[in-house]
């Protein structure tokens, strides 16, 4: 089974792209890790990702789509994929089409308010980074690591302002995806802001 996380920062993508990788065999691949491992491997499309980056540059559609199709060439890929972070755009997503065949495009419905109290809740230890939050997974001393002891901060991308233009990136560059994918009848929706273990089994459901 092939299938697209479509979704804002913060849905839970990876959390239930987790537990699908588990029960299914598929291999999870997030664009994020696609391009540290090709750039720490100094594949020629890692070098040429590292000098764009380097330059204060994006990532130009052309790059992305060559290192993903490279990706799903590989032997582990033949009994299915989660692609997570790619497409990010239309054109990523024709291209798509030109090199891999897709079940499903899966849309993690939720609210704006609701992603940005899932983020700005986030706190993590500066030497184990181990991630807390202020409501759903608080420490057992208020501001400070359970084990370490050392004081909990909070990420500059999880501060409020950050996580809105994150957002706002995402309604803008990706959410076009969501019609893109209904009107191909591939648009499968989800309602994260319950469990990810529901969200999990509602997709896994439909693989049966």
Not at 1 to 30: C, D, Q, R, W
Not at 53 to 75: F, H, N, P, W, Y
Not at 164 to 175: F, I, N, P, S, W
């Amino acid at each position: 089974m092939n299938l697209i996380f479509l979704g804002p920062p913060g849905a839970g993508k990876g959390t239930v792209a987790a537990i699908i990788k588990e029960k299914l065999g598929l291999v999870h691949i997030s664009t994020g890790d696609l391009f540290r491992d090709n750039i720490k491997r100094e594949t020629p499309l890692g070098k040429k990702v590292k000098e764009i980056l380097a330059s204060g540059g994006l990532v130009g559609d052309d790059i992305t789509c060559q290192m993903v199709r490279e990706r799903l060439k590989e032997d582990d890929c033949k009994n299915g994929f989660i692609l997570d972070g790619f497409p990010r755009t239309i054109p990523q997503a024709d291209d798509l089409q030109s090199f891999a065949h897709i079940d499903a495009a899966i849309e993690f419905a939720i609210s704006t308010d609701e992603v940005v109290t899932r983020l700005s809740g986030r706190r993590v230890c500066p030497s184990t980074g181990k991630i807390y939050h202020v409501i759903f997974n608080p420490p057992k001393k208020e501001g400070f690591d359970d084990e370490t002891g050392e004081a909990l901060i909070q990420r500059d991308d999880d501060k409020e302002d950050a996580i809105k233009h994150r957002l706002e990136v995402y309604h803008a560059q990706t959410e076009p995806l969501i019609a893109y994918y209904k009107e191909k009848g591939l648009l499968k929706s989800f309602d994260a802001s319950v469990s990810s273990k529901n969200v999990a089994d509602g997709i896994l459901a439909l693989a049966k």
